[in-house]
């Protein structure tokens, strides 16, 4: 299932993979770094995508 382009993932998608808040927010703060684009084109696509919640973390 598609999701709109401007929603993001929710708390509960990331505590999937993360340990805990503090992990959730490091998770959340790194990708949104990456989505810059400052690493890169590819990477700035991988995180957009992630945080948009069209691919998993």
Known sequence: ???EP???IDE?????IAKGSAE???LRKAL????TGNA???????SQEVLSG???P
């Open 6 to 8: 401007d929603k993001r």
């Open 54 to 56: 069209n691919l998993a």
């Open 12 to 16: 509960a998608e990331v505590l999937d």
């Open 24 to 26: 959730t927010r490091a």
């Open 32 to 35: 949104a770094q990456l989505a």
């Open 1 to 3: 299932m598609a999701r």
């Open 40 to 46: 890169g084109p590819v990477q700035k696509e991988m």
